[in-house]
């Protein structure tokens, strides 16, 4: 097993999964807060086929590209962590944006549900509630689960055991239990996305060079394999090496145009996320909006 390819599936897994238990967790306590607990099933119900399609999909694009040869293979994936690294990028920063008010809305929605779409309301919330952090996580995954290659295993066990974490952590969080700074949790986690993020835009540009798409700074920038190489058979350092290449994309040998890239991109998404957000306000549910016995 590889381990930085496991760490990086970890990472997501539990980064996506803290998401999608964090908001089932507040559906659930909010439900049992207004006397709803009897729809409980149905909220597991929404929450269950919405991972059960995400797995689906993950395993129909994993299995896709599987099933190219070069060069077609490379421009596919490629495109592959090109899109995996533009979903995280955009997910990142949309909780940014919405988590200071994702509480007051979900509890908006389920009183919306319960008042005109009743059960059926409450499984639709919580099926779409999911299905986007599903689907982002299977696409990042993906991603990384193609730069991992044959140690593709790896990363998805990551992922496996960091959605348990993630779980447990829901568990908690329904339950009152303070177990993390949620607001710190989601800034660090997010900050080392970015570089996971980074690795896999400059790794699906090294796709395109391969397959002769890219020619323009094909061109090595350095060589520092002496000093630290990206194969994990090149002693201990190349563990190192071979950690950092799975985690952040690390090269000892980049070509121009991906070493651009990787700096650009972490340089511009960094400053943008690390700046003041202004909370959105979030819209008040009144109490002649809350569904009676509420």
Partial sequence: MDIGFFLSGLLTGLREGVEAALIVSIILAYL??????????????????????????????FVTIGGFEAPAEQIFEGFAMILAASVVTWMLFWMRRTAANIKGELHASVDRALVEGGVIGLAVLAFTAVIREGIETAL????????????????????????????????????????????????WTGIALIFIAAGLLSHGIHEFVEAGWITIGTGTAFDISAVLPHEPDEGSLGVVGSILRALFGYTSSPEWITLIAWVTYVVVVLFLYLRPVRPVDAKATTPEQRPAGA
């Fill in 32 to 61: 049992a807060k207004t006397g709803n607990q009897r729809h409980f099933s149905t909220i597991w119900l929404g929450a269950g086929a919405a991972i059960a399609v995400s797995v689906v999909i993950g395993l129909i694009l």
């Fill in 140 to 187: 990042f995954l993906m991603g990384q689960a193609t730069a991992a290659g044959n140690e593709a295993l790896s990363t998805l066990l990551g992922a496996l055991v960091g959605l348990a974490i993630a779980v447990v952590i829901g568990f908690a969080i329904y339950r009152g239990a303070r177990v993390l700074n949620l607001r710190t949790f989601f800034q």
